[in-house]
């Protein structure tokens, strides 16, 4: 049962416009999200972060909103760039354990 | 600050066969985890480890996954024998503490033919 759901495996936008990832979880006692970034033949990187007692957090061109009644999350980047071309994760955790729950990851494709 | 280090970076055997794979986390990181990331999946947990200590293995299958981090710094995963089922690319992320943000290393990518 996967409790972490992204739904789109793959997204194109153009250079300049904004892209925006999705992400949907069914365990109601997840209460911290994040989002990594993946390049090819590297690991993870973290990029953003946001807690249940938010509904929004900015860093620079990244935003990440959460819906909790909608058990909802997005990950915002505006504007796109091409270095942004990469696999996006969701990740999620509470209930006391830190250990990360991850979605299966949306390929971005940012075109110049 | 160097990062996390693994190795081999690429691994090919036969089914049967056993494979270890070596990770060094970031100096100082008390926490260790293993993932398992199956082509067009998420990252999922294997085991993770607090200082030398398992703090979590429900996810090792353990009939042929091991794992180990005798002197709670660097760790070794042991899969004896795999199986084709056992292709992905094992991840290995340490953190200082738990919650903090965990930092991953480029990965073993292991084909079992």
């Known amino acids: 049962d996967q409790q972490v759901k992204q739904n789109s495996p793959s997204l194109s936008v153009q250079e300049g416009r904004i892209s925006i990832l999705n992400c949907d979880y069914t365990?109601?006692?997840?209460?911290?999200f994040l989002w990594y970034k993946k390049y090819p033949a590297e690991g993870p990187t973290f990029l953003i972060s946001?807690?249940?007692?938010?509904d929004k957090n900015e860093d620079g061109r990244f935003t990440v909103f959460l819906n909790k009644s909608a058990k909802h999350l997005s990950l915002h980047i505006v504007p796109s760039q091409p270095g942004d071309s990469a696999v996006y994760f969701c990740?999620?955790?509470?209930?006391?354990?830190?250990?990360?729950?991850f979605g299966k990851g949306t390929k971005l494709s940012v075109i110049p | 600050e160097a990062g996390v280090a693994q190795s081999p970076r690429y691994k090919i055997i036969e089914k049967r066969q056993s494979v270890a794979f070596w990770c060094n986390p970031i100096s100082g990181h008390a926490t260790l985890y293993w993932y398992q990331q199956i082509l067009g999946q998420g990252p999922k947990l294997l085991i993770q480890f607090q200082n030398n200590g398992v703090v979590d293995d429900s996810q090792l299958p353990k009939d042929r996954f091991s794992a180990e981090r005798l002197k709670g710094v660097d760790s070794t995963l042991k899969i004896q024998p795999a199986k084709l089922e056992d292709s992905a690319v094992y991840l290995c992320a340490s953190n200082r503490a738990l919650g903090d943000e965990q930092f991953f290393g480029p990965g073993t990518r292991l084909t079992v033919l």
């Open positions: 365990n109601s006692m997840f209460d911290y």
């Open positions: 946001i807690s249940s007692i938010k």
């Open positions: 990740a999620a955790t509470g209930a006391g354990s830190y250990q990360l729950t």
